[in-house]
Nanobody, 119 residues
């Protein structure tokens, strides 16, 4: 099993920045990728960004490209999401996710951290 612990959410004004962190513990050698989902009020949960663990190849949903940066620190088993130029529509609960070799699903989920962007 793998446990994920998120931190870094909060309240920020539009145009501001936040950095989310997610530390993985447990059987982390199983992991092939990590990422972030979000659930905005009244909307379905959706992926925001992801990164492969071995080569750091990133993926971003179109709405955050150029504003968010995902990175990882393999030595610390930690993934980060740097969020710049935040918009009110980025308000959501952000969930850290981690996956094993089966790319059809995400195997582990964090409890979520609230990000609120005021206009």
């Amino acid at each position: 099993q793998v446990q994920l612990a998120e931190s870094g959410g909060g309240l920020v004004q539009a145009g501001g920045s936040l950095r989310l962190s997610c530390a993985a513990s447990g059987r982390t050698l199983m992991l092939h990728r990590m990422g972030w989902f979000r659930r905005a009020p009244g909307k379905e949960r959706s992926i925001v960004a992801a990164i492969t663990w071995n080569d750091g190849n990133p993926f971003y949903v179109d709405s955050v490209k150029g504003r968010f940066t995902i990175s990882r620190d393999s030595a610390k088993n930690t993934v980060y999401l740097q969020m710049n130029s935040l918009k009110p529509e980025d308000t959501a609960v952000y969930y850290c996710v981690a996956g094993n070799i089966d790319y059809s699903r995400w195997d582990y989920w964090g409890q979520g951290t609230q990000v609120t962007v005021s206009s």
